[in-house]
T-cell receptor, first 113, second 113 residues
Framework: DTAVSQTPKYLVTQMGNDKSIKCEQN?????MYWYKQDSKKFLKIMFS???????INETVPNRFSPKSPDKAHLNLHINSLELGDSAVYFC????????????FGNGTRLTVT | QQQVKQSPQSLIVQKGGISIINCAYE??????FPWYQQFPGKGPALLIA?????SEKKEGRFTISFNKSAKQFSLHIMDSQPGDSATYFC????????????FGTGTRLQVTL
């Protein structure tokens, strides 16, 4: 039973398109995140939500818009996709305290052509 | 600004050997230092973590050594096994703030037979 699930696993699209990635967690966590992992494997936080409220927004272009309809879901919508957006996007969740482990999904590999 | 520096970028170790990955941090407010393990096609998963009030933490074959004065910490994998082949990330956070992990750049470990 997958704890943090994200869909789709792969996403191939053309520049200028709009796409969404969905994430759901069944761990009962209050805090959810989006991380971006680039081709060099560098992991960088993009957003964090606590109980549907945005608490971290790391200078991400406003083409990226997270939406949290409830505390178990955090979706990521990307407008006007650019080549540089190609990466693996990971959703994660945690209890929210600083020493709470992050539970990651298996990632969505986005390729923009 | 890269707040957590990790080395080496890649590491090849023979089965049974010791794998050592080093990290250095700059922010003295960091007070929690986890290590994450990532297998290909999967999200990172918490491996082991340490607080700066102890100098060493051991869990099975995995040990974190922590040097607060030098602002450095390292992961030692004893009796390395082929199944340990993965990418390892150190990370750091200040548990008093919104839980935002800063990751190192990752070390790709390959354990050969």
């Amino acid at each position: 039973d997958t704890a943090v699930s994200q869909t789709p696993k792969y996403l191939v699209t053309q520049m200028g398109n709009d796409k969404s990635i969905k994430c759901e967690q069944n761990l009962g966590h209050d805090t959810m995140y989006w991380y971006k992992q680039d081709s060099k494997k560098f992991l960088k936080i993009m957003f964090s939500y606590n109980n549907k409220e945005l608490i971290i927004n790391e200078t991400v272009p406003n083409r990226f818009s997270p939406k949290s309809p409830d505390k178990a879901h955090l979706n990521l919508h990307i407008n006007s996709l650019e080549l540089g957006d190609s990466a693996v996007y990971f959703c994660a969740s945690s209890l929210g305290q600083g020493n709470s482990p992050l539970h990651f999904g298996n990632g969505t590999r986005l390729t923009v052509t | 600004q890269q707040q957590v520096k990790q080395s080496p970028q890649s590491l090849i170790v023979q089965k049974g050997g010791i794998s050592i990955i080093n990290c250095a941090y700059e922010n003295t407010a960091f007070d929690y230092f986890p290590w994450y393990q990532q297998f290909p096609g999967k999200g990172p998963a918490l491996l082991i973590a340490i607080r700066p009030d102890v100098s060493e933490k051991k869990e099975g074959r995995f040990t974190i050594s922590f040097n607060k004065s030098a602002k450095q910490f390292s992961l030692h994998i004893m009796d390395s096994q082929p199944g340990d082949s993965a990418t390892y990330f150190c990370a750091a956070t200040n548990t008093g703030t919104a839980s935002k992990l800063t990751f190192g750049t990752g070390t790709r470990l390959q354990v050969t037979l």
